[in-house]
């Protein structure tokens, strides 16, 4: 399953979850607020919101009749726009946000402490203050990661099976979009001490610094590369497998995830979220194992628009 059929099944599980309070209105317009931590421009971004639509669509949501999504797109490096966004978005009191990522969901909760906030990808939610604990994350917002920070040092691990000779191996970044940088770093440098390799924090501003930092790791011999997944290295793909290749670096990315497994146990029935269930009250979805070396990713998020067009009649 790759991000795209991941983000259909946050489509498909956002129309199961109603607002408790609003649940007996029975079809009315819902408002959901998006905030994408991308340039509009990125077509895999695209691609995200558009098998979002696509899981509201099949389950009887259709944008403009019973559902209206408000969409704005900001990337990390330019903050003062997403705080921006973040704010109008609030203030449209739509009855649900989701947020892309962890920059986007900082800057929502900045703005509002009451309106549902479901994250989609956020590496370290417990960490970056957004939620409790993942059994009960408390507050208005919820959501799961698709990652667990293991992978920090199993990204070196393969980098050694590839490249036996690396000494000194850097992991690239984004700080504003990888608020969470040390949520990787940390197995990744338990891991090079594991390895005799020297371990290097590589962190790149925007576009313009990476031929730079790449070129510098190069110059000496027997170096490697790890990239740490952010948007600001997801935008990047190209430009950053692209200058690894021209300079001969051994390299690990993280741009396909391996496949988790999330347990039936963990996910929400929806007749518990027709019963009201609150951000406060739904358990954080994470990885409990990872299959390594498979590129999927397997995961539930739920939203809180409604129920399902019909299910009021049903009951």
Partial sequence: ?????????????????????????GER?????????????????????????DGLRRLG????????????????????????????????????????????????????RTIPIVF???????GSGFVASFPRPGGNVTGFSTTEDSLGGKWLELLKEIAPRVRRVAMLFN??????????????????VSFAVEAIAAPVRDKSDLESVIAALAREPHGGLTVMPDSFTDAHPREITSLAA???????????????????????????FCRGTRPSQAP????????????TVVAIAVAMIGPMPGMLASR
């Fill in 29 to 53: 317009m819902r408002r959901v607020g998006v905030l994408m931590g991308y340039p509009e421009s990125d077509s895999q971004a695209q691609r995200y919101i558009a098998a979002f639509r």
């Fill in 175 to 192: 700080p504003a979009a990888a608020t969470y940088a040390e949520y990787w770093l940390n197995p990744f440098k338990a891991a090079a």
């Fill in 120 to 126: 989609a990808m956020v590496a370290d939610p417990v």
């Fill in 284 to 295: 954080n979805s994470r990885p409990e194992r990872n299959t390594f070396g498979s590129a």
């Fill in 1 to 25: 399953m790759k991000r795209r059929e991941f983000i259909t099944l946050l489509g498909s599980a956002a129309a199961t979850w109603p607002l408790a309070a609003r649940a007996q209105q």
């Fill in 61 to 112: 949501w259709t944008e403009g009749r019973n559902v209206q999504l408000d969409t704005r797109w900001a990337t990390p490096v330019d903050a003062d726009l997403m705080r921006q966004f973040a704010k109008e978005l609030v203030a449209l009191q739509p009855d649900l946000i989701l947020s892309n990522t962890t920059p986007t969901t900082t800057a929502l909760l900045q703005q509002t």
């Fill in 246 to 272: 021209r300079y001969r670096l051994p390299a690990v990315y993280a741009y396909r995830l391996p496949r988790f497994v999330i347990p039936p146990s963990r996910v929400f029935p929806p007749v518990e």
